[in-house]
Every structure is written in structure tokens, then in C-alpha cells.
């Protein structure tokens, strides 16, 4: 059995996004290890190929791929004012001082993201020095968020996140990581920060500049699915005979607990080569077989007539 662990199970309130807004795709389907899947990485602006760069005007206009929320815009270096320089070439991402009172983000959506291992990277700085905790005590703390469709939540819910460092005043601080994405799906990176209002200003109420993004498919290995059996299968299922057969690829002694629905275990066994499950001493139900073999497992509902 599959599972999609919520690390961090928080919804940001997109209630105030426009309907019509529309989210940019970056297909992954092909991506091989090595890949740098981020449209743009470098954030770069001296070509509008969007493998190697984009034409940013500097205000609501965002580089290929690449979405935002009120509040941020693709700045350029300007040390007259409170951008100061860019890390790489001369546009950066700005999530205003003050973003409102919803706040503020850049993502990028990649669609059909392959399973495997994948390495993050970015730069973020401050103009200012801001706080993580307002004077009412709020903890405001700006997050790096890898997100997932929910279709339960009907929302996009952080799987990963990470505070976003404070810096003094212009200094670019890196920060890099990684994340296993165990199955094909449609995932989101995004930047995230609430400044409040101009009559409400939060702790983080100076501007954040993001720029150096990286998003790197690094391996195909995957430490969840290492420890799942992912061919198992019972039979037959539904059954009314005394006797089970339990397949897979993988060889090995069985060791296989049932549980009624109740959450009681009513069976703890081990099969050795093609012995089959005797079930003969069960009641007609429901159950869960638990099975595992070499230390993978997984779990299978069974229907006992
Ligand atoms: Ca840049």
C-alpha cells in the first residue's frame, strides 16, 4: 500500500486568487537523472529562449513557466532603490514589503514528475532586516513549499517545506535540499511571504528577492518503494475456500498477520516456500492480510465468505 505522507499537511488560502488565473506546465515526463527541471533556473534575462533565459520587463511579467501571486513582481538589479543586485545576471523574483494580507508567492508547476530523488537550490535575501515573529507574537516564518493536488482537500498541500532564512540587509543566502517523489504526479515549487498591509504590517515586512532556482532530478532510487512489495496479490479474494495463495515476485519466508476490522490481529504466521494460508479457522468478514517478505511488506484487504 502506497502511502502519501503529509509532512506538513498546511493549505495556503488561495481564496483570493482570480479564477481565470492560470498555472504555466512544465512537462517532466522525459526527464532523465541529471535533469535540471526548472524552467528558467538561473532566472537569467539576456535571451528569451526559455532553456537559457527570459525577456523580463520588470513588472507583472514572469519568465516562462513561472507564476505569481499580488505582491511579487520579476525585479530588476537597481541599487538606487531596495532591490540591490540579483544573484544571477540582472531580474530576480520580489515578493513586496508590504504583499497584503494574503500574501505573496512565485511557483512553477511540473507536470508528470517521474518517481525518484530530487535536489533543490535556491538564493533568497532580504532588503531589511525582518522577524519571524510579529509583535503579537505570530509566528510568520516564510516557507519554501513543495506541493501536491489533494483531490480530497480539493488544494494544493505542502508534501516538503522549509523556512526561508533571514539574511541581513542585501545578503544572498543559499539553501539546498532534497525530496523523494514516490509516484508520477503533477507537482508545484513555490516561494511563500506575508508582509501584511501598510494600516497592518507583519514581522516580515521587508521585501524578499528569490533568484538561482534549481530543481534537479538526481536519482531514480527510490527508499519508499525499496521497502514495498508492489506485485503482491492474494487469491482468490473473495474467498470461501480454506486455503490462500499468496504471489509475488519477490523469494522468501512469508510473514503474514491478519487483522480483523476491528484493528485485532487474528492471525501472526510464516509460509516457507509455496505453502498456502490456511484460513479455514476464520470467520466470514472483512480483513487486512499484512505481508512481508525480506522487510518488504505490504497490505491487501481480503474478503472471507
Ligand atoms: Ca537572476
Known amino acids: 500500500m502506497k502511502k502519501i505522507t503529509l509532512l506538513f499537511g498546511i493549505t495556503l488560502c488561495f481564496s483570493l486568487l482570480p479564477t481565470s488565473f492560470v498555472f504555466s506546465q512544465y512537462d517532466a515526463t522525459n526527464a532523465q537523472v541529471g535533469d535540471e527541471l526548472t524552467v528558467n533556473g538561473m532566472l537569467s534575462t539576456t535571451a528569451i529562449d526559455p532553456d537559457e533565459g527570459v525577456n523580463g520587463n520588470g513588472g507583472a511579467e514572469v519568465p516562462y513557466g513561472w507564476n505569481y501571486m499580488q505582491g511579487t513582481n520579476y525585479a530588476p538589479t537597481n541599487t538606487g532603490n531596495t532591490n540591490g543586485v540579483c544573484h544571477s545576471e540582472d531580474r530576480q523574483f520580489k515578493m513586496y514589503a508590504m504583499n497584503g494580507n494574503s500574501g505573496s508567492f512565485v511557483n512553477q508547476q511540473i507536470t508528470n514528475l517521474p518517481t525518484g530523488t530530487f535536489t533543490y537550490d535556491y538564493w533568497t535575501k532580504w532588503a531589511g532586516v525582518p522577524e519571524y515573529v510579529n ?72 521585501s524578499m528577492f528569490v533568484d538561482s532556482v534549481s530543481f534537479t532530478y538526481t536519482s531514480t532510487s527510490l527508499s519508499l518503494e525499496d521497502t514495498s512489495l508492489t506485485d503482491l496479490k492474494i487469491y482468490p479474494n473473495p474467498s470461501s475456500d480454506d486455503f490462500l495463495t499468496i504471489s509475488t515476485a519477490e523469494q522468501g519466508d512469508k510473514y503474514v498477520k491478519l487483522f480483523n476490522v476491528t484493528g485485532q490481529m487474528v492471525m501472526n504466521t510464516k509460509l516457507v516456500q509455496d505453502q498456502k494460508l490456511n484460513i479455514s479457522s476464520l470467520s466470514a468478514g472483512f480483513y487486512l492480510a499484512e505481508v512481508s517478505i525480506n522487510g518488504r511488506s505490504d497490505t491487501i484487504k481480503l474478503v472471507i465468505r
Open 135 to 206: 509583535e503579537e507574537g505570530e509566528l510568520l516564518e516564510p516557507k519554501f513549499t513543495i506541493r501536491i493536488f489533494d483531490t480530497e482537500a480539493d488544494s494544493w498541500v505542502a508534501v516538503h517545506e522549509e523556512v526561508i532564512p533571514l539574511s541581513e540587509n542585501q545578503i544572498w543566502a543559499q539553501t539546498t535540499g532534497s525530496w523523494v517523489n514516490d509516484e508520477v504526479r503533477d507537482v508545484r515549487i513555490q516561494w511563500y511571504k506575508r508582509g501584511g498591509n501598510a494600516a497592518n504590517p507583519t514581522g516580515m515586512n521587508k
